[in-house]
Each structure stands twice: as C-alpha cells, then as structure tokens.
C-alpha cells in the first residue's frame, strides 16, 4: 500500500516486503563499493544477522522512521564495540608494550606453555636451519635479513597450497604465487613495528594524480603465532620424526637455576629426563586439561614427576644452543624405560584427577545454575500447559547435558615428547664429537 514519498528521489513508497528488500539490496551494492574491506550490508549497517536486520528494519519503518535513520542509528549502536576492539588489535600492533584494552571483561587468563625459544622469530631461524640448510636456500630465492627484519623468499609448493585461504587480491597484488611470469616472492617480518609502519604507508598510498586510495595490503607480513608459514615449518620439522619416535636430547643441567626450582632437583637430574605432555578431553572429544610433565629417577627405580614449565627446561639447559650429540649414549635403556614413565606420568595425572575436575566445575556452575533460573521462570511462565511445560522440561535437560558433555571423561591421554640423556663424555672421541655436533 501507499505510504510515504522517499526523501530523496521522491517516489511513492510501499510499506511492504519490497521497500524492505530494495533497500537491502541498495546497501549491499554500496558495501560493495566501499574500498575498507567491509563489503558486505551487515558491515554497513553494523548487524551481523540477515534476520536480526530485516527485523530492525520492519520495526523502524513500522513506527515511521526511514531506512537511512534505521541503518544509521544501527551502526552507532554496534560500531562501539567493534572500534574499541579494532583499536585494542592497532594499538597492539604499533606499541607491543602497550597493555591489551578490556571491553568491559575480565582479561582472559593465559597458561603457562613450556617454551624452548625466546620468540617466534627464534624458532623461524632455527626450524629453517633443519629443514633448508644453507646450502639449499638458493633455490628458494632466500634474500638475507634487512635491517628492519624484512625476510624474502619464493615460497615452496606446499606453503602456497596454505594460502589459498588469503584474500585473492592481496595474493595478486603482492605477487606471492608462482605464475608463468613470477616465481613468486613472500615477503615476511617478525618485527610488530615495523609491519606497523607496513600497514600505515599502505592505508596512506594514493593512486598517482587520481588522489585515490590503494589497495590497503601491505607489502610485508607480519609474522604472528597463527601464520601459515609457521605451520607449514612446523608440519615440516615433525615430519622429520616418525608417529614413533621422539627426540633424544644429550644435557647439560644448570645445578643454580635447579636448586631454585627444588633442593632435591639438582641430584634427580643426574639421570635420564622423560618429558611428557597429558590431556584429559570431554565427552565432545576436547582437551579440558593439558598438564606438562617430567619424570626423572626412573634409572634408579624411584620416579618422580615434575612440572615441566619454562623454567624446569631452562634448568635442564634445553634450547637451542644445547650440545649436540650424533648417536644416543645407551639407547636401549632409553627405550626400555619409556612404559615406566608413562605409567607415572599416568599415575600422577589420575591422583590429580579431583583437582582437575573441581577447577573445570568452578567454570561450568554459572551455566548450570542459568539454566536451573530459565527454567523455573519459564515454568511460571507457562502456566499450566502440560505442552509447553513438557517443552520447558525437554530444553532445560538438552542444555544440562550440553554442560555436562563439558566436563572431562575417560581416561588420559599420554605423549613422549623427549627424553633428555646426561651430556657424559666418555671417551676422548665422544668428546669430539660432541663438541663438533655444537
């Protein structure tokens, strides 16, 4: 039916399902053109639900507002929330020392992960040294670090396969693919500040004498803990060891750092270390807990499980410029011992299983008793339709049992993931050849 005249182009509009719709499709056009990447309507009216924004539209224009008012109103509403996040992750990236921002929540707790590197930039070098020697880089186009930390190569068929989840566009510009004109040429960096810099000329590039803006990709990028490069080196180290094997690692213990940790630590470490990772999972098959673990004294008969945190590894003088050792000492005590310290490391994981359990509960309570509140609410609420009452009842126990699959169940799961060997020098040649493994 006829409702009002549009405000701009002055022709009769309809209250229905095509003023709607027409105006939906309007802004997605207009999203499309838009050059900061929204490119879609929901960016443009700042709602991320088809239905939850054809309903925000019908109500406005039901109560006499226009689309534009409705559109506009709804991106001040939403835009909040999304500038203070975006402006939390710019802030990250041009000051790294700059605390995360906080919307409102309490900052996300983070777990204490083992780590054998300083940085990423550490286990970039060292896993590149194993994988591409020097001597096989040329083929890769490898250009020597810059000064500002600028890294090029032409990636390997296998790490261009992992980009073809990257916007076609930036692939394209910055030439990264191998094509029948282009080897292609990856260019990274693990320097925040300067992949600031980066991103800040590429926002600001104009078009020649146009005064249009460019592409906003930057021509280097930022190497973060989730970068296909890192996965990609990562899956090429370990398929270096077979789903059998593990590392054997000749050590040296630090007996200053060990004696902080614990008085009796510097005698256990005089033996072989098993380091061991456990996971309990829930019954959706995902890990609940995780627990880094090392035994020590099984040599003797006496095994002892420790916590095996950065500090435990630095006690043991695990990283990168550890000795080397071509052949392990005695590997067959070596692998005779394994069973004994999986089963310790088991036992250790099944006496803390309350604890485990208890701290896992802490966090799924709050759900519980929501769920306990909805239904009792929606139980009054209902009255006494035995229908509705029936489904309150069959929707409270999906969610409880939704919770309770949270929880963990079954038995743990077990990894070896080193074992550590006393650096011992037996002989004159050991010796050596310890020395020129460094």
């Known amino acids: ?33 838009i050059e900061t990447g929204e490119g879609s309507a929901e960016a443009v009216t700042g709602l991320y639900s088809d239905k939850k924004e054809e309903d925000r539209l019908t109500r406005d224009l039901i109560k006499g507002s226009t689309v534009e008012r409705s559109i506009k109103q709804s991106q001040q509403e ?22 995360p921002a906080t919307l409102g929540t309490a900052p996300v707790p983070e777990a204490d992960v083992p780590h054998v590197f300083t940085g990423t930039k550490a286990y970039f070098h060292a896993a590149m040294d194993l994988i591409y020697p020097e001597a096989e880089r040329a083929a890769l186009g490898w250009k020597p670090e810059t ?73 280097v990028s930022y190497v973060s803990d989730i970068h296909p490069v890192l996965d990609w080196m990562t899956d090429k180290v370990l398929a270096k060891l077979q789903y059998d094997e ?20 510097p005698e256990a470490l005089t033996g072989p270390v098993y380091l061991l ?23 003797e008969d006496n095994p002892r499980v420790w916590r095996m945190d950065s500090a435990f590894l630095a006690a043991c003088g695990v990283g990168p410029d550890m000795p080397g050792r071509a052949q392990p000492v005695d590997p067959d005590l070596l692998q005779g011992l394994v069973p004994a310290a999986v089963d310790a490391a088991e036992a250790h994981l099944r006496e803390r299983r309350a604890d485990y359990d208890k701290q896992v509960d802490s966090y799924l309570a709050p759900y519980e008793d929501r769920v306990q509140v909805w239904e009792q609410d929606a139980l009054i609420a209902v009255g006494n339709q035995q229908r509705r009452i029936q489904q309150v009842y069959d929707t409270a126990a999906r969610r409880r049992d939704l919770v309770h699959r949270l929880r963990t169940e079954g038995d743990p799961m ?20 310890e020395e020129s493994a460094r």
């Open 1 to 33: 039916m006829p409702w009002r005249r549009d405000e701009e182009s002055g022709e009769i509009l309809t209250l229905d399902d095509r003023l709607v719709g027409s105006r939906l499709l309007q802004r997605e056009a207009q999203a499309h053109e």
């Open 414 to 433: 077990l990894r070896v993931l080193c074992v550590l060997e006393p650096l011992h020098a037996t002989t004159a040649s050991t010796a050596h050849a």
């Open 78 to 99: 939403s835009g909040g929330v999304l500038a203070g996040f975006l402006a939390g992750a710019n802030a990250r990236l041009a000051d790294p020392a700059a605390p």
């Open 277 to 299: 990772q456990g996971v309990y999972s829930n019954a959706a098959g995902k890990p609940t807990v995780v627990e880094w673990m090392a035994v020590t004294g099984l040599a």
């Open 246 to 265: 593990a590392f054997v690692l000749a050590y040296r213990p630090d007996t200053a750092k060990a004696e902080r940790i614990d008085a009796g630590l």
């Open 147 to 219: 000064a500002h930390g600028r890294i090029e190569f032409t990636p390997p068929d296998d790490l261009q396969y992992r980009f073809r989840a990257l916007p076609k566009s930036y692939l394209e510009q910055e030439k990264i693919l191998t094509t029948s004109k282009d080897d292609g040429t990856l260019s990274i960096t693990f320097d925040k500040q300067y992949a600031a810099d980066r991103l800040e000329a590429a926002r600001n590039a104009k078009q020649g004498k146009t005064d249009q803006p460019t592409s906003q990709w930057p021509n």
